[in-house]
């Protein structure tokens, strides 16, 4: 689905650094999620933003901080990153009303060094 | 949580075979949908599909709501279908969570 765009789509860190993931939509999506893909596992959600505000928080550990600064973007920053979340991230959106189909990007490709 | 179950685990096909692929679930759902994740990591979404029937090309998929399951046909299969089938669903009190079975691999050999 190449309606949601991700930002880069290869990240190599190590643990000390900071970076951030940025993620794009222009459907006029309300709803706006971050997934977590492990090799050989299905997708993870991690968090959903319903406009612009946090929905839902999957128990995620606090060096990852997400942050939706308007209704086309989402971010999720990272600091202090372990190895063991090296992984893939999708983003997604929907409309937000209930059972609505969700569009993912390409995802970005995370290692931590 | 609702429960997704997806079979068989694995697949291997010629070229030019069918097959089916099974999503079953726990509870009723609000959102059904298949996608295909090629080897690069693509999420392609395939259906959004929480009842009824669908076809799209060589695919087809059926959901029956009523008994909880979900149906993913691929005809005439081709090297390209190769990847990871996955059902995920909606539902059990959440607006918002996918939930995805853990995947059908498929092989397609030449």
């Given at each position: 689905?190449?309606?949601?765009?991700?930002?880069?789509?290869?990240?190599?860190?190590?643990?000390?650094?900071?970076?951030?993931?940025?993620?794009?939509?222009?459907?006029?999506?309300?709803?706006?999620?971050?997934?977590?893909?492990?090799?050989?596992?299905?997708?993870?959600?991690?968090?959903?933003?319903?406009?612009?505000?946090?929905?839902?928080?999957?128990?995620?550990?606090?060096?990852?901080?997400?942050?939706?600064?308007?209704?086309?973007?989402?971010?999720?920053h990272?600091?202090?990153?372990?190895?063991?979340?090296?992984?893939?991230?999708?983003?997604?959106?929907?409309?937000?009303?209930?059972?609505?189909?969700?569009?993912?990007?390409?995802?970005?490709?995370?290692?931590?060094? | 949580?609702?429960?997704?179950?997806?079979?068989?685990?694995?697949?291997?096909?010629?070229?030019?075979?069918?097959?089916?692929?099974?999503?079953n679930?726990?509870?009723?759902?609000?959102?059904?949908?298949?996608?295909?994740?090629?080897?690069?990591?693509?999420?392609?979404?395939?259906?959004?599909?929480?009842?009824?029937?669908?076809?799209?090309?060589?695919?087809?998929?059926?959901?029956?709501?009523?008994?909880?399951y979900?149906l993913?046909?691929?005809?005439?299969?081709?090297?390209?279908?190769?990847?990871v089938?996955?059902?995920?669903?909606?539902?059990?009190?959440?607006n918002?969570?996918?939930?995805?079975?853990?995947g059908?691999?498929?092989?397609?050999?030449?």
């Amino acid at each position: 689905d190449t309606e949601v765009t991700q930002t880069p789509k290869h990240l190599v860190m190590g643990m000390t650094n900071k970076k951030s993931l940025k993620c794009e939509q222009h459907m006029g999506h309300r709803a706006m999620y971050w997934y977590k893909q492990k090799a050989k596992k299905p997708p993870e959600l991690m968090f959903v933003y319903s406009y612009e505000k946090l929905s839902i928080n999957e128990s995620v550990p606090s060096r990852f901080s997400p942050e939706c600064p308007n209704s086309s973007l989402l971010n999720l920053h990272l600091h202090a990153l372990q190895p063991e979340d090296s992984a893939l991230y999708l983003c997604a959106s929907s409309h937000d009303r209930v059972g609505q189909p969700q569009h993912f990007g390409d995802g970005t490709r995370l290692s931590i060094l | 949580g609702i429960q997704v179950e997806q079979s068989p685990p694995d697949l291997i096909l010629q070229e030019g075979a069918n097959s089916t692929l099974r999503c079953n679930f726990s509870d009723s759902v609000n959102n059904l949908q298949w996608f295909h994740q090629n080897p690069w990591g693509q999420l392609i979404n395939l259906f959004y599909i929480p009842s009824g029937t669908k076809q799209n090309g060589r695919l087809s998929a059926t959901t029956v709501a009523t008994e909880r399951y979900s149906l993913l046909y691929i005809s005439s299969s081709q090297t390209t279908d190769s990847g990871v089938y996955f059902c995920a669903v909606g539902g059990g009190g959440s607006n918002y969570k996918l939930t995805f079975g853990k995947g059908t691999l498929l092989t397609v050999n030449p």
